[in-house]
Nanobody
């Protein structure tokens, strides 16, 4: 029933920008914290950013702090990740995820298929 569909990935130059979108359905979107995570081939899943259910609080991994911005539009059931000042190290498969909403971030019960981001000149 829960569905998360990412879009917006692609190729960007170092220093460039991309905006990822995640269309959510199958649950009461406004009641849940949402997040983005990423994964490189052969690597583990890295939690990137989270946003509280009401959108008032945002959190970022140190690796993206100051460069990425997470936001949400509850009227559209959509989560966004604005990625600026992109680096080659940001080349990963990016997943939109639904947070369980317990005591900690990173407890995920659903995620999408992912959208590929490649940063190269």
């Amino acid at each position: 029933q829960v569905q998360l569909v990412e879009s917006g990935g692609g190729l960007a130059q170092p220093g460039g920008s991309l905006r990822l979108s995640c269309a959510a359905s199958g649950f009461i979107f406004s009641a849940y914290h949402m997040s983005w995570a990423r994964q490189a081939p052969g690597k583990g899943l890295e939690w990137v950013s989270g946003i509280s259910s009401d959108g008032s609080d945002t959190y970022y991994a140190d690796s993206v702090k100051g460069r990425f911005t997470i936001s949400r539009d509850d009227a559209k059931n959509t989560v966004y990740l604005q990625m600026n000042s992109l680096k080659p190290e940001d080349t990963e498969l990016y997943y939109c995820s639904k947070e369980v909403g317990g005591f900690s971030w990173g407890e995920l019960d659903y995620w999408g298929q992912g959208t590929q981001v490649t940063v190269s000149s």
